[in-house]
């Protein structure tokens, strides 16, 4: 894994994706008052679950303008709460869980977000990828490795793990993978989805690591055979 681990951090600098300028590092502004930063940052990782990072930071540009504190939102009728956000995927739904949590951060937490791991995950919408997230960026603090989709997928594609959702894909990899790679294997595994490991069509004759991982050696096998037939045809 640690040669894969370097292959796609060169890869990384290689190809800039989508989270490096608008993922969830962007939300966190240090020239803001911290309490509202902090909230900047749980609202963007709320919206960005199932939705491009394009779309997600285009939604929180239109609520910063607006007014994304948490008074703002209890203020604010859940018809324009949609609006703001649309169309990050369940805007609706996201609406609603975005009044709760301003509600439930006003009289439990005097407007700030809660400080602990197990307080994020019970807000409504909040998840373990989601709440690994906004503890790392908003308190400085890595408990977790967040993992979304995308870098279940991945990880499934390179062999690191063998599961079926993005739970068990945490509970493995933070099983074995030094807890020091685990605030930087998201960033690093989500970009590298976002321009080379691609959902549908992988970038396989291109990727560095396309020897050792299992999808790549698949692929690369099946490229040269097709290689063949279209040289013997040539002949």
């Known amino acids: 894994w640690e040669e894969v681990w370097n292959k796609i951090e060169v890869m990384r600098k290689e190809n800039i ?15 803001i008052e911290p309490k509202e930063r902090r909230f900047h940052i749980l609202v963007g990782c709320l919206l960005s679950s199932q939705t491009k990072d394009q779309v997600t930071h285009a939604a929180m540009v239109r609520l910063k303008e607006y ?16 609006t703001l956000i649309h169309p990050v995927g369940f805007y609706r739904r996201k609406a609603v869980y975005l009044k709760s949590i301003a509600e439930i951060l006003k009289e439990k937490y005097n407007g700030d977000i809660p400080p602990t791991f197990k307080e994020i995950e ?18 400085g603090r890595v408990e977790g490795i967040a993992v979304d989709v995308h870098m279940h997928r991945i ?5 690191w793990v063998k599961t079926n959702t993005p739970e068990e894909t945490m ?23 976002q321009t080379i490991c691609d959902p549908v069509r992988p970038k396989c ?7 050792l991982c ?22």
Do not use: Y
């Not at 299992?214 to 002949?235: A, D, F, H, W, Y």
């Open 205 to 211: 004759s291109s990727c560095t690591v396309n020897n």
């Open 17 to 31: 994706a989508p989270v490096d300028t608008l993922g969830a590092e962007s939300f966190n502004i240090e020239e």
């Open 67 to 82: 007014g994304l504190n948490v008074e703002t939102v209890l203020k604010t009728p859940n018809e324009k709460l949609e």
């Open 155 to 159: 990880c499934n594609r390179l062999g």
């Open 122 to 139: 019970a807000l409504p919408g909040i998840g373990p990828k989601m709440t690994n997230l906004i503890v790392q960026i908003a308190w």
């Open 171 to 193: 509970r493995q990899l933070e099983s074995w993978l030094p807890r020091e790679k685990w605030g930087q294997v998201n960033h690093l595994l989500v970009g590298f989805g």
């Open 214 to 235: 299992p999808v790549g050696i698949k692929e690369m096998k099946s490229l040269n055979k097709q290689e063949e037939k279209k040289k013997k045809k040539n002949k």
